[in-house]
């Protein structure tokens, strides 16, 4: 057999360990290539992640001053509502009284409840 091989010239100049390192070598260098694009396009979605986090951040402060802002206009309304309430309850009679309830649509004399306005003037107030 070393005749054989003394005697065949060969074209290649290298051998199979050289052949297996260059391509592990290749193969590294491609990986590493691959994790540096990786790694920038992590970097920068994580850096633009903290502007877009500002962002969403001042647009719930606002929705937040906005709900403050509705909160306080119910309060002034129901305070307006319980104050309205008071007045009615002054001005109107009790409902222990002996008087009769008040039916919508019926008519009434002025005289059977104090403190409410007729319809005629209503109406003229309207005009």
């Known amino acids: 057999m070393l005749q054989v091989l003394a005697t065949l010239d060969t074209s290649h100049d290298q051998t199979g ?6 391509v592990f070598l290749s193969v590294f260098v491609v990986l590493i290539l691959g994790d540096a694009v990786l790694t920038a396009f992590a970097l920068n979605k994580a850096l633009t992640k903290d502007e877009r986090e500002t962002e969403l ?11 403050d802002t509705l909160r306080a206009a119910i309060a002034k309304a129901e305070h ?9 309850a002054c001005t109107h009679p009790s409902s222990s009284s002996q008087q009769p309830p008040v039916v919508p649509g019926s008519i009434v004399s002025a005289s059977r409840l104090p403190g409410m306005v007729s319809m005629a003037a209503l109406s003229a107030a309207r005009r």
Do not use: C, F, H, T
């Open 80 to 88: 307006d509502a319980s104050k309205l309430r008071g007045i009615a």
């Open 17 to 22: 360990a050289a052949v297996v390192a260059i």
């Open 57 to 67: 951040m001042q647009r719930l402060k606002s929705k937040e001053e906005y709900l």
